[in-house]
């Protein structure tokens, strides 16, 4: 049986952001085990994905220059990611209110 499961890359600032969200959660809310099932949520969410790359939908606004940029809700969070070949690279996780138009 072939294989269709898509490889999961996450560049340095998406990572960096996850670090971010987690020291948040961690120190500045003082819940390390909130953060930690933050970081777990986000692992869960990236397998689906791989899974099912296509499952998530476009951003639809014209100031982001990468029209191939899908957007994964993840509780409060959205990481924004493209698929290329068979792999999902993951670009960007930010705070979901935040103005992601500039960041991105």
Excluded: H, W
């Amino acid at each position: 049986m072939e294989n269709n499961q898509y490889q999961l890359k996450i560049f340095p600032f998406a990572q960096l952001d996850m670090e971010q969200i987690f020291d948040y959660i961690s120190v500045e809310l003082c819940n390390p085990t909130a953060a930690i099932g933050q970081i777990n949520d986000f692992e869960k969410a990236f397998e689906n994905v791989c899974a099912f790359p296509e499952s998530c939908p476009y951003i639809k606004n014209e100031y982001v220059r990468d029209k191939t940029l899908r957007k994964l809700i993840v509780n409060n969070y959205v990481a924004f990611y493209r698929i290329r070949n068979k792999e999902i690279q993951v670009v960007r996780v930010l705070y979901g209110t935040c103005d992601y138009e500039s960041i991105l």
